[in-house]
């Protein structure tokens, strides 16, 4: 380096401390070339420490050096050094600002994955215990964050010197540190060996009294119906799916209703055709139009797991009654997943039940309500054709593609075209839709015609 | 039906007789100017303790927030096990800082008034403070924070000069001294159509609402982009507006509950586990009317609801309208347990009162940290502390004007009221008590009386 280049470089250095925030993130986001001025002796033994100093600045300076200190391994000499890296970003960590927490803990992350955990086991071990007590509970959330990192590959004494921390921290008193240790629950459960260990963790932080701790035992219930043993579905897993489903709180019925094709996954299917319908079938008329959208959303999905009888005698009765919910929010729901279905339960059961929904939602006078039906409309044409509808859905589609008064029904319209296109049969598209489509070319929105241009082709195809 | 509890104020109490058990003392005064060179932006709007009572924190009609602490003062002594005895704090100024600046409204042509309405401090952080602020529109997240000066031993890019661009040192950092600062941390802005009243954190630590005058908002302190709206009262028709939200609070630890009170002297609690939008409220707590008293015009305007506070333990709260403050039960939603009148000489003068818009003053209250006692303003400068059941009622004057007849020579300096001597005739309505506090854990007041801030004890 010539003499230049070494002055430059120690220009940065004085800007990691300026007056000015642009000047220090600037410098920050140069340290890669700082280190190897200095070279990686220098780097571990002098810039590091001066690093550690710079904890209380703006955040976006501290964003950007969390992130660059998860990069810095080749700078300090690679991976018998890395536990050097540990204390600035413990420091970061340990922060009150969630942002750089998160990227601190990303960072650790990184590390941790290049090196493994066996060379810096020990460092981290007394890292996690040292945050474990800080004094601000923003530490104990950032131990939270770093024991999943270590936990699964960490050696068995390491892990038992670990997990009363972790069951310690879950009985904190202060409730974000107790809702952390909920939602990082699954991480141990996924690396874990004896499931066991963990479910009075887990059945006293589904009785949480504060909402926000209970919201994160679904995710933690969808770990552990992966790892349990069938034979214990039923002491653990259905009971707590019940106890959800039944929950006063409406986002615990929520949240249910959006993980439970992920939470069926691990359990029997004549359980689920059995049991879990009937939960699914309440949530449809739930009390709360958020639980019934949600569920309305999982429709489809949740079919796929079960068996023809249980879908038409438990699902169809409550799903129809949607399509007059007074939430358009719902219909729409409905309207984006009820045609999925008709594969499953095949033509005879489609025209019997889903073809009258399937008509009430098309006169819907929501234009977002029945858009969304004309995505999915193969899945019916494949199963029953279309020909006999045609006279309805030939009148809903000229309405939106006409629409008046909402230039942007239109363009939703003739940006389905192409779908409409590829689910329909040539003929039946070109003898109904085709001079609808064509008019789009000369509409007097451009935006439309430019949608019509863009889609020409795909239609053509 | 027997009617609710009310205390006869014409009953008289003498000094000695000290049924509540409380002797209240004046400790000190903060926040004093000479009155010459107070401002109207000087004048207190709100005051709050933090979850310790080591800090508490006032806001002004100029937008300003001025911390004052107990920590770390020479008088501050701790005994025995720790506990100290309340007459040792002493609050000295720790931060002032400007929090909301005046602004327009441009689209309305509305000035926006930088008059700070509500203080409320986050918990358990430790050495690090923060405290949510709001004006009438926005909602202000503030750290307030040490922060270490340091300074580098010298300049890396003239030591490399020096050595003639051959050498690179990187220069220590030496610690200069300690200063508070406050930092803003988020912004909460453009969620209130209307004036916002209050703010309030959730057990949770994570979220809070704030109500104006027709909705109450759920915020996260985390995202100031986006927030939830869970109670509308706005009628379709805005011309069949009857009432409107006046005070909102979170319950001390359900973390699902909250209330709101109304203009109409309604209380209503929202569970929100109920639904996403708490518009039908879980239970109402409404006065059940005095069919003997005469319902006049003024009746109307002074039932409505100025401040509601629940108590620390959860099981009552307090309701305040112009001229009582009633005590509830969280399960008995037909009556308040009591009902008890503060300055009911007030009543013949509601006309008025109602001329010079003095009837219109909003009155808070505060709930002891033991729910026996609590402490409302009045007029004159006039502070009252009621127990619970209603059955002693202390007056005092926030004032530093000291008598010149040494009437109480044991206690220092507080001016004492005697129910004879409250004669409403002589009020200065200008000067009132709106803003009062009482400490987290001991029986320690601040009472706020135009730009002063005024500390009580009582053993």
Same mark, same amino acid.
């Given at each position: ?21 642009? $000047? ?20 571990? *033994? ?31 000499? *690679? ?5 050097? /890296? ?7 960590? *340990? ?15 990184? !590390?941790?994955? $290049? ?17 474990? =007590? ?6 104990? !959330? ?92 039923? +002491? ?22 959006? $993980? ?6 691990? !359990?029997?299917?004549?359980? &689920?055709?059995?049991? !879990? ?12 139009? =958020? ?47 009820? /045609? ?27 234009? =977002? &309500? ?59 598209? +070109? ?31 | ?308 506070? %629940? ?5 009552? %709260? ?142």
């Amino acid at each position: 380096l010539g003499e230049s280049g070494l002055y430059k470089i120690a220009v940065l250095i004085d800007d990691l401390r300026a007056e000015e925030s642009k $000047k220090r993130l600037a410098a920050v986001q140069s340290l890669p070339q700082i280190a190897e001025a200095l070279g990686a002796d220098r780097t571990r *033994g002098e810039l590091l420490p001066f690093l550690l100093d710079i904890a209380d600045d703006e955040d976006e300076v501290l964003l950007a050096l969390s992130e660059q200190l998860g990069n810095f391994l080749p700078f300090i000499g *690679g991976t018998p050094y890395a536990a050097h /890296l540990f204390p600035p970003l413990e420091r970061l960590a *340990g922060l009150e600002e969630p942002a750089v927490r998160e990227r601190a803990i990303e960072s650790f992350r990184k !590390i941790i994955d $290049k090196v493994g955990v066996k060379p810096v086991e020990k460092e981290l071990l007394a890292l996690v215990k040292r945050l474990m =007590e800080g004094e601000v509970f923003t530490m104990k !959330i950032a131990s939270l964050g770093i024991i999943p990192l270590l936990y699964g590959s960490g050696s068995s004494s390491a892990q038992a010197e670990i997990l009363p921390l972790y069951f310690k921290a879950a009985k904190d008193e202060i409730p974000q540190v107790r809702r952390i240790a909920a939602k990082n629950l699954k991480d141990l459960i996924y690396a874990c060996k004896n499931v066991e260990e963990f479910l009075p963790l887990f059945q006293s932080l589904c009785l949480d009294e504060q909402d926000s701790v209970r919201l994160m035992s679904v995710e933690s219930c969808i770990a552990l119906s992966k790892k349990i043993p069938q034979n214990k579905v039923g +002491n653990y897993i259905l009971p707590f799916i019940k106890s959800v489903a039944e929950d006063k709180s409406w986002r615990m019925r929520y949240m249910l209703a959006e $993980k439970i094709v992920e939470l069926c996954k691990g !359990i029997e299917s004549s359980i &689920v055709c059995k049991d !879990i319908s009937n939960y699914f079938a309440k949530f449809l008329q739930d009390s709360e139009s =958020e639980v019934r959208a949600a569920s309305a959303g999982r429709f489809a999905e949740f079919c796929k797991l079960l068996d023809l009888n249980t879908i038409v005698e438990k699902l169809i009765p409550p799903m129809k009654k949607l399509s007059n919910d007074p939430f358009p929010f719902v219909r729409k729901s409905l309207a984006e997943n009820i /045609l999925l279905v008709c594969p499953l339960i095949g033509g005879t059961h489609t025209s019997q039940h889903l073809i009258p929904t399937f008509l009430t939602l098309l006169k819907d006078e929501n234009s =977002e &309500v029945v858009l969304p039906l004309f995505k999915t409309i193969g899945y019916m044409n494949k199963v029953i054709g279309l020909d006999s509808l045609a006279q309805s859905i030939v009148p809903a589609i000229s309405n939106l593609a006409n629409d008046k008064k909402n230039w942007r029904t239109r363009l939703t319209m003739f940006q389905y075209f192409p779908f409409l296109a590829q689910q329909t049969e040539e003929n039946f598209f +070109n003898d109904k839709f085709l001079e609808l489509f064509l008019q789009g070319l000369g509409d007097s929105v451009f935006a439309i015609r430019e949608i019509a241009v863009e889609n020409l082709m795909k239609v053509a195809e | 039906r027997p009617a609710p509890q009310r205390r006869d104020p014409r009953r008289g109490r003498t000094e000695g007789a000290m049924a509540d058990g409380l002797d209240w003392r004046f400790s000190h005064v903060v926040a004093e100017k000479e009155e010459g060179d107070v401002t109207e932006a000087d004048i207190l709007s709100t005051v709050e303790f933090d979850g310790t009572g080591e800090n508490i924190a006032v806001g002004d009609k100029g937008g300003r927030i001025l911390v004052f602490t107990s920590q770390g003062n020479p008088s501050f002594h701790t005994r025995g096990g720790g506990a100290s005895t309340v007459r040792d704090l002493d609050y000295r100024p720790q931060i002032e800082f400007q929090s909301h600046e005046p602004e327009f409204d441009y689209l309305k042509s509305l000035e926006i008034e930088e008059r700070i309405n509500k203080i409320k401090w986050l918990g358990g952080r430790n050495r690090t403070q923060m405290l949510l602020s709001t004006n009438d529109k926005t909602i202000k997240l503030w750290k307030i924070h040490e922060k270490k000066a340091k300074s580098l031993s010298f300049s890396s890019s003239e030591e490399c000069r020096r050595t003639g661009g051959r050498a690179l040192r990187l220069p220590r950092l030496t610690s200069g001294e300690h200063t508070i600062t406050n930092t803003s941390r988020r912004v909460f802005a453009n969620g209130h159509a209307y004036h916002i009243n209050s703010i309030s954190l959730n057990s949770d630590g994570e979220t809070f609402i704030s109500s104006d005058d027709l909705r109450v908002n759920l915020w996260n302190l985390e995202i100031n982009d986006q927030s939830f709206n869970i109670v509308d009262i706005k009628p379709a028709n805005l011309e069949e507006l009857t009432e409107v939200i006046t005070s909102s609070e979170f319950h001390p630890f359900h973390c699902n509950i909250f209330m709101y009170s109304s203009s109409k002297g309604t209380v209503k609690l929202a569970d929100m586990r109920d639904a996403a939008l708490c518009d039908h409220h879980s239970k109402l707590f409404e006065e059940p009317e005095d069919p003997s008293s005469a319902k006049s015009f003024f009746s109307e305007i002074v039932s409505s609801i100025s401040d509601i506070k %629940f108590s620390r333990d959860g099981r009552y %709260f307090l309701s305040r309208d112009y001229l009582t403050v009633k005590v509830w039960d969280l399960n008995m939603e037909k009556r308040p347990l009591c009902s008890i009148p503060v300055h009911e000489q007030l009543r013949p003068k509601l006309c008025d009162l109602y001329e010079n818009d003095f009837i219109f003053d909003k009155f808070e209250c505060s709930f002891s940290h033991d729910n026996g006692h609590f402490l409302t303003g009045s007029y004159n400068n006039y502070f009252h502390v009621f127990d619970t059941r209603g059955r002693s009622d202390a007056c005092f004057e926030a004032s530093r004007v000291i008598p010149k007849k040494k009437l109480f020579k044991k206690q220092k300096d507080i001016i004492r009221k005697a129910p004879e001597d409250i004669n409403v005739e002589t009020f200065d309505f200008r000067k009132k008590v709106l803003h009062t506090a009482w400490h987290p854990s001991m029986n320690l007041c601040a009472v706020a009386a135009a730009n002063m801030l005024f500390f009580y004890t009582a053993s």
